[in-house]
């Protein structure tokens, strides 16, 4: 018979135990790689609220009075007169360039929150934050009038049918291949347009789960 110390015991138990382990670890299967990825990405796209997936292309009728009561919606706090005279300007500039009334209205609030006097530290002027240099490169290349910068950052009408110019243009460019292309108004880098698209999400839900801006688009259709 042999005899063990409780010493010998104890290290013949270690090593059992740590033969079991590294069968059990052996016997895991690990995903692929692309599988993880899908698997976290049904995860992140259930947690989106469908009900505000399309929201941004409900068709808004795009009157003074519709965009001034958006406008009401995200900044309550606007002088009235102040914010149907800008509805009216919104509402000119968005008839010829065909840019949903929902979609502009989250924009001006994220970039400016309807302050006509902002400057970025990147130079971005007006509501609409518009970046004269750099889009006056592209409006050149594509044989378009080069904006006035004085004029952008003095006349807001001007200043929103450039805005709502540059969305056209956008629109055009990106819309069959990202659902999601007026985040671009912001940055085409991934990054900074998702964490964006964030922000303007924010403004589309607020518009979306208003009471009285829903009541008064049946009223008026």
């Not at 291949?177 to 839900?205: C, F, G, M, Q, V």
Request: aromatic share 8%; net charge positive; with cysteine.
């Amino acid at each position: 018979m042999i005899n063990l110390t409780m010493n010998q015991l104890t290290k013949a138990a270690t090593l059992l135990l740590a033969v079991f382990f590294l069968q059990s670890c052996s016997s895991v299967k690990t995903l692929p790689k692309k599988e993880r990825h899908n698997n976290i990405t049904k995860k992140i796209k259930s947690s989106l609220p469908p009900k505000f997936e399309n929201f941004d292309r409900k068709p808004y009728p795009n009157e003074a009075f519709v965009i001034a009561n958006m406008i009401s919606v995200v900044q309550p706090e606007l002088d009235e007169e102040e914010r149907d005279t800008i509805a009216s300007q919104i509402s000119l500039a968005i008839k010829k360039y065909k840019i949903e009334p929902q979609i502009i209205v989250a924009i001006i609030d994220t970039e400016s929150d309807f302050r006509a006097d902002k400057i970025s530290i990147t130079g971005d002027l007006s509501v609409a934050q518009i970046n004269v240099e750099v889009w006056n490169k592209e409006f050149i290349r594509m044989r378009k009038l080069p904006m006035i910068k004085e004029k952008i950052k003095m006349d807001q009408e001007y200043a929103l049918m450039k805005m709502a110019e540059i969305l056209n243009i956008i629109k055009k460019r990106y819309a069959k291949k990202d659902r999601r292309w007026y985040a671009r108004y912001h940055s085409n880098t991934h990054r900074y347009k998702n964490e964006y698209l964030h922000k303007l999400e924010i403004r589309l839900k607020m518009l979306a789960t208003s009471a009285d801006l829903n009541t008064q688009i049946a009223q008026t259709n």
